[in-house]
């Protein structure tokens, strides 16, 4: 038995022995997205009669945390997530999980300053290696940052957890950690694989005639980005570069496909870039000890500045509604939050500084809303609705009836390009609020009737 193994030996307690450490009025910072405690979760629910006024910080659990659920008063513990998953949204409903805004790539120097913690740090990891290193695996955003200000350290181990090579900050020795507790060694959360509808196709199309070779692509979760990844892999292009916060399964069929080398990347070559992973078995499979991959913490993958580095970077996001002023919501309906602001200004504002670079944001003209259908182009963002991407920063959006520019475009041209755009149902009804809000000429509707 080595140092290292003895040292483990030393601190593995049990996860109710592990939880003792927070005390009342402590801040509690989880691991993020699949790496979300389980064990630790549920065993500090359990002290829930010992301890209140413990505030419990994560992003996106991808379960429901157990401390919200044990706590419906909320004496005891306040959760609270920078991104809401859909179990984040239904505590939300109940009342119990408070949103954190804030751009992305700030996070860990926040963190790193505030004066109020995290005082506990509950981060899950891959087992120990033989150099006495634990790794954050899939999820590497700002764990490190949550360690370096943390009280107390305690990692739960899940031995099915990919060891992710960075990039930097990817891993915490022995060493700095205080307890050890081994998890329930559960697979991790596999994100279903969602068919693209006949809107999404379209708007894909769109945006891969865009896409040149040697294009640094940054994509997200779901339909839309699975079928651009399948279009591109069915293209005639090469040389094509990852750098992107998410690593998700149309990068792994881009590479099995050959499109993906990295080699005119102008930092990071050869190496596909992200700052945490959501995919399934196979992409966890393939990105244990790859180095063709490289996790890096998010101030470095959402930077600005590193971003706009690379030539041609692309960046695809979704978005909830745009109004005809070019305001995104991407993360709010009205008063309810449905995710962040994540990282999309972040790539919407480095892809446009990138030399060649270009911003896109996607959505379909329209959505149910109970039995209504309504569009997803408006006058104004709906009210207490959450503004993720100014219009001083919007590029490209996109829709299934086209793709429109609005960088540099006034208030009237910018109206006329987004009703152009949205379902023919609505255009006129559109002209007509742009009317009352003084952003429409008789140029504008000669145009739009003529379309």
Same mark, same amino acid.
């Given at each position: 038995?080595?140092?290292?193994?003895?040292?483990?030996?030393?601190?593995?307690? #049990?996860?109710?022995?592990?939880?003792?450490?927070?005390?009342?009025?402590?801040?509690?910072?989880?691991?993020?997205?699949? +790496?979300?405690?389980?064990?630790?979760?549920?065993?500090?629910?359990?002290?829930?009669?010992?301890?209140?006024?413990?505030?419990?910080?994560?992003?996106?659990?991808?379960?429901?945390?157990?401390?919200?659920?044990?706590?419906?008063?909320?004496?005891?513990?306040?959760?609270?997530?920078?991104?809401?998953?859909?179990?984040?949204?239904?505590?939300?409903?109940?009342?119990?999980?408070?949103?954190?805004?804030?751009?992305?790539?700030?996070?860990?120097?926040?963190?790193?300053?505030?004066?109020?913690?995290?005082?506990?740090?509950?981060?899950?990891?891959?087992?120990?290696?033989?150099?006495?290193?634990?790794?954050?695996?899939?999820?590497?955003?700002?764990?490190?940052?949550?360690?370096?200000?943390?009280?107390?350290?305690?990692?739960?181990?899940?031995?099915?957890?990919?060891?992710?090579?960075?990039?930097?900050?990817?891993?915490?020795?022995?060493?700095?950690?205080?307890?050890?507790?081994?998890?329930?060694?559960?697979?991790?959360?596999?994100?279903?694989?969602?068919?693209?509808?006949?809107?999404?196709?379209?708007?894909?199309?769109?945006?891969?005639?865009?896409?040149?070779?040697?294009?640094?692509?940054?994509?997200?979760?779901?339909?839309?980005?699975?079928?651009?990844?399948?279009?591109?892999?069915?293209?005639?292009?090469?040389?094509?570069?990852?750098?992107?916060? +998410?690593?998700?399964?149309?990068?792994?069929?881009?590479?099995?496909?050959?499109?993906?080398?990295?080699?005119?990347?102008?930092?990071?070559?050869?190496?596909?870039?992200?700052?945490?992973?959501?995919?399934?078995?196979?992409?966890?499979?393939?990105?244990?000890?790859?180095?063709?991959?490289?996790?890096?913490?998010?101030?470095?993958?959402?930077?600005?500045?590193?971003?706009?580095?690379?030539?041609?970077?692309?960046?695809?996001?979704?978005?909830?509604?745009?109004?005809?002023?070019?305001?995104?919501?991407?993360?709010?309906?009205?008063?309810?939050?449905?995710?962040?602001?994540?990282?999309?200004?972040?790539?919407?504002?480095?892809?446009?500084?990138?030399?060649?670079?270009?911003?896109?944001?996607?959505?379909?003209?329209?959505?149910?809303?109970?039995?209504?259908?309504? #569009?997803?182009?408006?006058? +104004?963002?709906?009210?207490?609705?959450?503004?993720?991407?100014?219009?001083?920063?919007?590029?490209?959006?996109?829709?299934?009836?086209?793709?429109?520019?609005?960088?540099?475009?006034?208030?009237?041209?910018?109206?006329?390009?987004?009703?152009?755009?949205?379902?023919?149902?609505?255009?006129?009804?559109?002209?007509?609020?742009?009317?009352?809000?003084?952003?429409?000429?008789?140029?504008?509707?000669?145009?739009?009737?003529?379309?």
């Amino acid at each position: 038995m080595n140092r290292y193994q003895e040292e483990y030996r030393r601190k593995l307690v #049990s996860a109710d022995e592990a939880v003792k450490v927070v005390k009342s009025g402590d801040w509690v910072a989880y691991s993020h997205f699949a +790496m979300t405690p389980r064990v630790l979760d549920e065993a500090l629910a359990r002290r829930k009669d010992e301890l209140f006024d413990v505030k419990i910080r994560g992003v996106c659990a991808l379960h429901p945390v157990k401390v919200a659920l044990a706590d419906p008063e909320q004496k005891h513990f306040i959760y609270n997530s920078s991104f809401f998953s859909g179990a984040d949204r239904r505590l939300q409903d109940e009342g119990l999980a408070y949103h954190i805004p804030g751009l992305y790539h700030e996070a860990p120097g926040i963190l790193r300053g505030n004066h109020d913690g995290p005082d506990v740090a509950m981060i899950v990891t891959t087992p120990m290696d033989e150099k006495g290193f634990f790794n954050f695996s899939v999820s590497c955003s700002y764990e490190r940052a949550v360690c370096d200000k943390a009280r107390t350290i305690i990692v739960e181990v899940n031995e099915n957890a990919p060891r992710c090579l960075g990039g930097f900050q990817e891993s915490i020795h022995i060493s700095e950690v205080d307890y050890i507790v081994e998890g329930n060694n559960e697979p991790l959360f596999e994100v279903p694989n969602i068919p693209p509808t006949e809107v999404d196709k379209k708007i894909a199309r769109l945006i891969v005639e865009e896409i040149e070779d040697g294009s640094c692509l940054q994509l997200g979760i779901g339909g839309l980005p699975n079928t651009i990844g399948k279009m591109l892999a069915e293209s005639d292009l090469k040389d094509l570069g990852v750098h992107s916060e +998410m690593m998700c399964n149309a990068f792994l069929d881009l590479y099995e496909a050959g499109k993906i080398t990295g080699a005119r990347k102008n930092i990071d070559r050869f190496k596909m870039v992200y700052t945490f992973a959501l995919g399934d078995a196979r992409l966890y499979e393939f990105l244990h000890n790859n180095p063709a991959c490289a996790i890096y913490p998010v101030d470095y993958t959402n930077d600005i500045n590193i971003i706009a580095r690379n030539d041609k970077q692309i960046a695809i996001n979704n978005a909830i509604e745009i109004d005809l002023y070019g305001q995104v919501c991407s993360e709010s309906v009205g008063v309810r939050q449905i995710s962040g602001t994540g990282g999309q200004f972040d790539f919407t504002f480095g892809a446009y500084r990138s030399r060649g670079g270009k911003a896109f944001i996607c959505m379909s003209s329209t959505k149910k809303v109970g039995d209504r259908v309504v #569009s997803r182009i408006v006058p +104004m963002i709906t009210p207490l609705g959450i503004v993720t991407v100014p219009r001083t920063v919007v590029q490209y959006v996109v829709t299934e009836y086209g793709k429109v520019n609005l960088k540099g475009k006034s208030t009237w041209q910018r109206a006329e390009l987004l009703i152009s755009i949205a379902h023919p149902d609505f255009r006129e009804e559109l002209i007509k609020h742009a009317e009352k809000m003084k952003i429409w000429t008789r140029t504008n509707k000669k145009l739009s009737l003529a379309c």
